[in-house]
């Protein structure tokens, strides 16, 4: 998997050793891909099944209004309040959470069909919902994909121009709490390119790659730049 290493090279010059584990890759798993909003996750996942073979990607339900470029039962599932809270007293979520303002969850019953079907399936979700579901399967991997830095998150989340100010702030000040919680995943994936993130994602997953997590460094870097922005646009009124 050399030819996917760029993907994880940290910011600042240091590069990320990729590694090959013992664990083998026979068997259908879940996937969990997690990472700040706006990292371009959605764009790797896309990515990743175009290029590659038998993946099934969980659509995910919310309760958020669709944005103007997505499809409902495509990029996600929009409900009520109302329908959401009925399928959480029925059991129907693998896991499920409430992220800005919205619930988000997981429905149950396509993850295991795709898993008796011999498909690794692919969840998009926070870190909230990660978590349910490493308590609940502790044998799924766990993914956490971020911008080089902070900066260029900002940039990204500016210039998808889906998201009011205020709510591209909401989700910085988000980030800043997801930053304490990547030490809980098993691999990180800097996405640099589309196409080098799609190949290393790949790579953990049917190959044994790892991603390591971050230094303390990078992550210390990362979040004061952070705060900064944060601090920043409070200031301009953001």
Known sequence: VSSCQPCCRRPYGEGQRVTMTSQKQNDPRIVIISGYSGCGKGTVISRLMEKYGNYAF???MTTRDPRDNEIDGVHYHFVTNERFEKMISEAGFLEYAGYTDNYYGTPAAFVHENLAAGRDVLLDIEVQGAMQIREKIPEAILIFV???TAAELENRLVSRGTETPARV???LKRAVEESTEIWRYDHFVIND?????ADMINGIIREGAAAPLPSREFMETFTKELIEINERREREGK
């Open 169 to 171: 702030s909401k989700r």
């Open 58 to 60: 969980s659509v995910s």
């Open 146 to 148: 971020s911008t080089p």
């Open 193 to 197: 390119t589309v196409e080098e993130a």
